[in-house]
């Protein structure tokens, strides 16, 4: 019989496992722009610092700014673009992530790299109704190949470290768990 928490559990593992695959597909720009000769140590490219302007934004962060106006009725000032931009790029992953642990307790092997496409299609519809993105078939097939292959490890490490979560959490109470307290008898 399932425990009332259930759902509390996969939504707090799914933002875990989110989390795992953002930080997957941060890796996956990381090691292109390192290859198209960057020399900035991770922690420097990953984290969005000092933005003069709105416009110097990334995408999540423009994003973020969108929505806090359309909640407050006040434009944040430019002085937290670079905050808003690194909060949005974390909780939109983690909060994909979670919504997908939680609709999907149960996944065939291929929902992995299924959310990464979801995502991926989300992103290209989204983005450009916000006026963040072109349409999608402004882009080149080189370009929408290499986001897609970014939000394919996406889905692909967040449903892994969702399962390994799930393994650890079921570890630790059920049939497996008191078999191995028996043999430990």
């Known amino acids: 019989m399932a425990r009332r928490s259930d759902p509390v559990r996969r939504v707090v593992a799914g933002a875990l496992a989110g989390a795992v695959g953002t930080l997957a597909m941060d890796l996956v720009w990381y090691a292109r722009a390192r290859r198209g000769g960057s020399e900035a140590g991770f922690a420097e490219w990953e984290i969005v610092r000092d933005l003069s302007s709105w416009d110097d934004a990334p995408a999540p962060g423009q994003m973020g700014r969108k929505v806090i106006a359309a909640a407050t009725g006040v434009d944040p000032p430019v002085e937290q673009a670079a905050a808003i931009s690194n909060a949005m790029h974390w909780v939109y992953g983690t909060s994909w992530a979670a919504a ?6 149960r996944r065939p092997w291929w929902a992995g790299p299924a959310l990464g496409f979801a995502v991926w299609m989300s992103d290209y519809v989204t983005l450009p109704l916000a006026g963040l993105y072109r349409p999608i078939w402004d882009y080149d097939a080189a370009t929408l190949a290499k986001d897609l292959s970014a939000h394919l490890a996406f889905g692909t490490a967040t449903d892994v470290a969702l399962r390994v979560l ?6 630790g109470t059920g049939r497996r768990a008191n078999r191995r307290r028996a043999l430990r008898r």
């Open 100 to 105: 997908y642990a939680l609709a999907l307790p």
């Open 166 to 171: 799930r393994a650890e959490i079921r570890g």
